[in-house]
């Protein structure tokens, strides 16, 4: 299992997809902890305080994390299948233990590249909030999980970015939508995306932690099917 | 022990049949052959007691072990695919050395090298797969498969696409990993390469196992006619019509000449007989040559 994971790291760290992605993360990290230390008075004076330099973060993963995360582990696992260099794999290690580094691997990328997105802030806050940042890898990982999910039932990898793609654009517009909307399907939709769960938490501190729960189930679906498939 | 057991083993695709019901039984320590046409259903069935795709029905048991227990033996079993792709990014060396990592293996930077040499991979070993022939790749395919020194090693074509050198030495290989104690199951379309190489012969058809034995088995059961190829010392015209008259009970077809003769008779019992016809007639026998059919006539007969 974390043969797979670390190779699937390892390759995420590799590609230049990722290395854009992490740029640009990292860019928008430090240039809005930048633009925030020109506004610090009157955020501070709004009570936002040392979270205003998070917010920069927060901000583009809740509105680009879907597209992020799609655009590199859309064919985390529909790939290899596609090349058939799954058969390797599964003649090697079991089918659980494939699922499950594919999504570690691709969990430890995000968390080590978050990471570092927070810590570059540092310079800017002063301070390094864990909470901030379990917050934020939770977030991220419920989209590496649907991704896998995705990834796992969808067996072109051509398909899986196209519907990952839609997936990545209606996903923040519902989620934000059914915060403030009476439409019982918008609202019924909402309760799936972690947006309702990240609003409520100005309220509720430990709503965002319930959206670890749907990774897990993406992981367990994913696993129940992967098992089933013909490779 | 049985290597493999299957028992009624079906793969169906919709209404298509792919496997039907097949009930193979292959002993340990030998090298199994698999002949069919394309679309037989050879590489589907490997596919299955690899768990690489699920049975429709029937079951099976590899290294004794029913198919839910298939994951807990991974590490003694090898297996070539029979369309091998890999990481373009990789070379030879990292490939082997993560699919070792796979099984648990902790090999030597020195044995991984030593297994690409085996298949003659010695010049590539850093270069990435993205710059490999399709041969190189066969090549390698076979030596993810062995890396481990499995128990039971599955090659799916292992020589197609592979120039004849390799050719030669990827029997002489196969042959020395069988030595070892390796039961090999070969699927070929090759068939003079399962011939040369195998114990034991199954040839499935539509689906099905059509036959199943070894070679010696097989040319006896679809040994119609026995031709005996005779060279002997010159005959006169008056000994050639004896000799024919001799043998008219005996033989389905005679055709003496001067220095030679063919006869064809319905059983090997009458070979002697045909030796002492000519012993008795005091004809002196340089060579006598019994015909046996190829794999390659077992095959056209079972069409």
């Not at chain 1, 596609?82 to 260099?85: G, V």
């Not at chain 2, 004896?242 to 005996?250: C, D, G, M, V």
């Given at each position: ?80 299948m596609?090349?058939?260099?799954i058969?390797?794999?599964a ?64 067996p ?70 992967f098992?089933k498939r013909d490779l | ?10 793969k169906?695709y ?30 589907t069935?490997?596919n299955m007691?690899?768990g690489l795709i699920k049975p429709s ?247």
């Open positions: 299992m974390f043969t797979v994971a670390f190779r699937e790291f390892k390759s995420l760290f590799t590609s230049i997809r990722s290395g854009l992605i992490i740029a640009v993360l990292f860019g928008v990290t430090v240039g809005a902890a930048r633009l925030v230390r020109q506004f610090e008075a009157p955020l501070q004076d709004l009570g936002l305080g040392q979270d205003a330099y998070v917010m920069g973060l927060m901000l583009l993963l809740i509105l680009a994390a879907p597209l992020f995360v799609t655009s590199l582990s859309h064919n985390i696992v529909n790939k290899e596609d090349t058939r260099t058969r390797f794999l003649t090697k290690t079991s089918r659980n233990h494939i699922i499950l580094g594919k999504f570690i691997g691709s969990f430890l990328f995000w968390a080590v590249c978050l990471t570092v997105a927070l810590l570059l802030i540092i310079p800017f806050s002063k301070s390094f909030s864990i909470l901030n940042l379990i917050q934020a890898i939770i977030f991220v990982s419920y989209f590496i999980g649907l991704t896998l999910f995705l990834s796992t039932v969808i072109k990898p051509s398909l899986s970015m196209f519907l990952g793609i839609i997936i990545s654009v209606a996903l923040p517009v519902l989620g934000l939508w059914s915060t403030g909307t009476d439409n019982l399907f918008v609202k019924a939709i909402g309760y799936i995306t972690p947006y309702f769960y990240y609003i409520q938490e100005e309220t509720h501190s430990y709503y965002a932690y319930f959206v670890v729960l749907f990774p897990v189930l993406f992981i367990v679906l994913s696993l129940f099917i098992r | 022990m049985e290597a493999l057991q299957t028992h009624q083993l079906t169906t919709g209404k298509k049949i792919v496997v039907d019901s097949v009930d193979l039984h292959i002993p340990e320590g030998t090298i199994f052959g698999f002949l069919g046409k394309n679309g037989a259903g050879k590489s069935f490997i007691v690899t029905s029937g079951s099976f048991e590899v290294l004794g072990q029913p198919e839910k227990r298939l994951e807990s033996i991974q590490k003694e079993i090898g297996v070539l695919p029979d369309y091998s792709t890999f990481y373009d990014d990789l070379t030879a060396y990292h490939h082997l050395n993560y699919f070792q990592k796979l099984v648990k293996q902790s090999l030597s930077k020195q044995d991984i090298i030593h297994v690409l040499t085996q298949v003659g991979l010695e010049d590539a070993v850093h270069v990435k797969v993205k710059k490999y022939s399709f041969g190189m790749k066969k090549k390698l395919g076979i030596a993810q498969s062995i890396i481990h020194q499995p128990k039971l090693l599955f090659l799916d074509e292992p020589t197609s696409g592979v120039d004849a050198n390799a050719v030669l030495n990827i029997h002489a290989l196969i042959k020395e990993i069988a030595a070892q104690g390796t039961t090999i199951l070969l699927t070929s379309h090759n068939l003079n390469e399962v011939e040369k190489l195998c114990d034991e012969i199954a040839i499935m058809n539509k689906g099905s196992i059509q036959t199943q034995g070894t070679m010696k088995q097989l040319r006896e059961q679809y040994q119609q006619d026995i031709v005996i190829h005779i060279h002997h010392r010159s005959l006169s015209e008056k000994e050639q019509v004896h000799l024919q008259t001799s043998f008219t009970e005996l033989v389905e077809k005679i055709q003496i000449e001067e220095t030679s003769s063919e006869i064809i008779v319905a059983s090997k019992e009458y070979i002697p007989h045909v030796n002492k016809q000519f012993v008795r007639q005091d004809i002196d026998v340089f060579r006598l040559e019994v015909e046996e059919p190829s794999l390659e006539e077992i095959f056209l007969n079972l069409e």
